[in-house]
C-alpha cells in the first residue's frame, strides 16, 4: 500500500507531465518555461483544452468567447451581494461555481466547452465583485472587454489599468499555476466527472481540493510567514527554530518533485524585478534568506508557492485572493481533465486495505454496554 497514493499510475493523460528529471513540467509536450516566456494565458488555455496552440484567428475567436462570458447575471449578483466580508474567498468562488450550475446547467456534455470558457471569463469578475462589495460597498462594473483574463483581474481589482509589467507577470502566473497533472483537485475532478457528473460540480469539488493549506492554500500560509519577520537575522532565527520543533514551512516541499519545482525560478525572478523600490522590498531577501535555510537544513527546495507570496504581495494584491487566483487559472486544467476523463471514462473507485474488526456477533440495543 501506498500512503495518499504515492508513486501510483491511477490514470493516464496527455494533458501535462511533470516529468522525472529537472525543468521537465510539459502542458500536452511544451516546456512551461517557454510558455510562460512566450505566451499570454488565452493561448495556455486553448492548448490544454483542444491540445494545439491556437493559431492567430483561434486565439482571436477563443479570447472573445471568453470575454463574452465575463458578465455576471443578476441572481449571483444577489447571491454575491449576500456574502460577507470574512468569507474565505475561495467559498465565494466555490458558491459562484454551484449557483451557476443552478441557473446555467450543463445540460448535455456538448456544452463542456461553453462551461469551461463561462468559468475562465466570470471567476475574476465574481471574485472582484464580492471583494469590493463586501469590502467597501463598492459595485464594480464588469465590462464584456477586449482585457486579456490576466489584465481583467488586475483591472477589476485595482479599479484601474495595471501597468504593461503587473499584467505580465499575471500572465506568467496563471500559466505556471494553469495545470499540474493528477494533483488532488485535478484528481477531486476527475473522480467526480468519472461519476458522470455535471461541469459544475467537477469544478466545485475541485475548488473545495484547493483550498487546503497542504495544496492551493499554501501561498497564503507563506505570505503569512514571511510578514511576520522585520529583517532576514529575525526570520532565520525563527525558522530554525520552527525545524527544530518539527514545523511545516510552508512554500516548501513537493509531493512529485525530489529536487526542485521548475516554476520556481521564474515566479522567483519576477518576485526581484518587482521587489525594486517597494517600501517592502526585504520581503524579497528574507524569502531567499529562508530558502537557503530550507536548503542546508532540510534539502527542500521552494515550490512554486513560496515567492508567488512576495510577488503578489508587491503587486498590492490581497493575501486572501492569492489562493483564489489560482483556481481563475487551475480552472483551465481542471476543464481539460473533465473533458479528457469523459472521452474515455470508467468509474473511479479504488480499494482499501481493510484494518477495522474481524466479523462480530450482533449485540441488540439492551445488551450493550
Ligand atoms: N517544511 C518542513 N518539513 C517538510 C516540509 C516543509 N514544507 N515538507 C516536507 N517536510 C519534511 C516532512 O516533515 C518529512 O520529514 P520526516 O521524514 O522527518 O518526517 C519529509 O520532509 C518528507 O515529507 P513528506 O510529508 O513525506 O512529503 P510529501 O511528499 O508527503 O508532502 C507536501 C509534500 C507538499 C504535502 C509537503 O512538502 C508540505 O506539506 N509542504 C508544505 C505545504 C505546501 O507548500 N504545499 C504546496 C505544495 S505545491
Known amino acids: 500500500m501506498s500512503k495518499g497514493l504515492r508513486g501510483i499510475e491511477a490514470g493516464e493523460t496527455s494533458i501535462c507531465t511533470v516529468g522525472e528529471t529537472e525543468n521537465n513540467l510539459l ?11 512566450n505566451c499570454v494565458f488565452e493561448e495556455v488555455c486553448f492548448l490544454l483544452l483542444n491540445g494545439k496552440l491556437p493559431n492567430s484567428s483561434e486565439l482571436k475567436g477563443f479570447t472573445k468567447n471568453i ?8 441572481s449571483l449578483i444577489s447571491v454575491l451581494e449576500k456574502i460577507p466580508k470574512e468569507t474565505n474567498p475561495m467559498d465565494v468562488l466555490r458558491t459562484t461555481c454551484s449557483f451557476l450550475g443552478n441557473i446555467e446547467p450543463e445540460k448535455s456534455f456538448d456544452n463542456q466547452m461553453n462551461c469551461a470558457e463561462r468559468l475562465l471569463g466570470i471567476f475574476p469578475s465574481a471574485l472582484n465583485y464580492w471583494y469590493h462589495f463586501s469590502h467597501s460597498g463598492k459595485k464594480i462594473s464588469i465590462e464584456n472587454d477586449s482585457e486579456s483574463i490576466a489584465g481583467h483581474f488586475l483591472s477589476t481589482l485595482y479599479g484601474k489599468k495595471p501597468s504593461e509589467t503587473e499584467e505580465k507577470v499575471m500572465n506568467v502566473s496563471l500559466i505556471l499555476y494553469a495545470e499540474h497533472e493528477f494533483n488532488a483537485s485535478t484528481f477531486s475532478a476527475r473522480v467526480c466527472a468519472a461519476t458522470l457528473s455535471d ?6 469539488a475541485a475548488i473545495g481540493t484547493l483550498r487546503g493549506p497542504l495544496h492551493g492554500g499554501a501561498n497564503e ?8 519577520f522585520k529583517d532576514e537575522e529575525q526570520a532565520a532565527k525563527s525558522i530554525y527554530s520552527m525545524l527544530e520543533n518539527k514545523e511545516l514551512i510552508m512554500g516548501f516541499g513537493h509531493a512529485v518533485y525530489k529536487k526542485l519545482d521548475p516554476r520556481n525560478d521564474i515566479i522567483k525572478s519576477w518576485s526581484k524585478k518587482l521587489s525594486v523600490g517597494k517600501i517592502n522590498q526585504k520581503l524579497y531577501d528574507i524569502s531567499c534568506r529562508i530558502e537557503s ?28 485572493l492569492f489562493t483564489p487566483i489560482f483556481v481563475c487559472s487551475r480552472v483551465s486544467g481542471w476543464a481539460a ?17 481493510y484494518v477495522g474488526s474481524d466479523p462480530l456477533d450482533f449485540v441488540p440495543i439492551n445488551e450493550r454496554v
Open 221 to 228: 500560509k507563506a505570505m503569512d510567514l514571511i510578514s511576520q
Open 337 to 353: 481533465h473533465i473533458i479528457e476523463q469523459r472521452s474515455n471514462n470508467k468509474l473511479i473507485r479504488p480499494g482499501a486495505k
Open 199 to 204: 461541469f459544475y460540480s467537477c469544478i466545485t
Open 293 to 320: 535555510i530550507m536548503k542546508e537544513k532540510k534539502g527542500l527546495f521552494a515550490n512554486a508557492d513560496f515567492f508567488h507570496a512576495s510577488a503578489y504581495n508587491f503587486m498590492d494584491i490581497p493575501t486572501k
Open 67 to 74: 470575454f463574452s462570458k465575463r458578465t455576471i447575471p443578476k
Open 27 to 37: 502542458y500536452r509536450g511544451y516546456n512551461v518555461i517557454d510558455l510562460s516566456q
